[in-house]
């Protein structure tokens, strides 16, 4: 298996319709491996996504970049209703910050630090 196919972020749930653990691959969201326990999900979600960046690679076609391995710089843009920007701004004006401060405090409070969910 190509070292790189390791750093991909991989996750393994529990599927209550298919009673099965189904590991998953965030940048292959088509693919997906049901097993009976999660080492096993894990496994085969690896190995598919390992057989599908090969033939990618075979056809010459483009591979997803891991998240793992993407540069960030830290900004982003988001568009919000002129309503929530006005309280927003508000918000910032009486807690005496700017409203990029405000924006970044609440989601570092409510985004999980981790794709499980887990700060």
């Known amino acids: 298996m190509n070292l790189a196919n390791d750093r991909y972020t991989y996750r393994v749930t529990w599927s209550e319709e298919d009673q099965e ?3 998953l691959c965030v940048e292959f969201p088509s693919l997906s491996w049901l097993a009976a326990s999660p080492e096993e999900a894990l496994a085969g979600i690896r190995a598919v996504v390992a057989e599908v960046v ?3 690679e075979e056809s010459h076609e483009p591979v997803p970049q891991p998240l793992a391995t993407r540069r960030y710089s ?11 920007h006005r309280r927003l701004a508000l918000e910032a004006a009486e807690a005496g ?4 401060r405000l924006a970044s405090t609440k989601l570092t409070y409510t985004a999980p630090s981790t794709p499980g969910g887990h700060p």
Do not use: E, H, I, T
Request: hydrophobic content about 50%; proline content about 10%.
């Open 54 to 56: 090969a033939d990618m």
């Open 97 to 100: 910050v700017s409203l990029n």
């Open 74 to 84: 830290g900004r982003f843009m988001v568009r919000v209703p002129p309503d929530l």
């Open 21 to 23: 653990y189904v590991g």
